[in-house]
């Protein structure tokens, strides 16, 4: 292996590494958004949004609109 293919070798990894990082980071904050958001409220999001919303589709309408859905009665 000559000196190219080695420090190709080392970004490739080195990006790899740091894209499963963000993606672990971005999991594990919108399992701690969910974690502290009632069932119904979640329901209530995620029907809004329609029966294709994703998980974190519910965390970003969560956290734009976070002071009207704590003001509500679940």
């Known amino acids: 292996m000559n000196r190219v293919s080695k420090h190709l ?11 499963g990082c963000i993606y672990a980071g971005r999991t594990e904050y919108n399992d701690d958004v ?25 965390v970003k309408e969560y956290i734009a609109n976070q002071k009207y859905y704590d003001s509500r009665i679940y």
Not at 34 to 58: F, N, P, T, W
Request: aromatic share 6%.
């Open 9 to 19: 070798l080392t970004i490739a990894v080195a990006v790899v590494t740091i894209a």
């Open 34 to 58: 969910l974690s502290g958001m009632s069932a119904e409220k979640y329901q209530y999001i995620h029907d809004s949004l329609g029966c294709r919303a994703s998980q974190e589709d519910v």
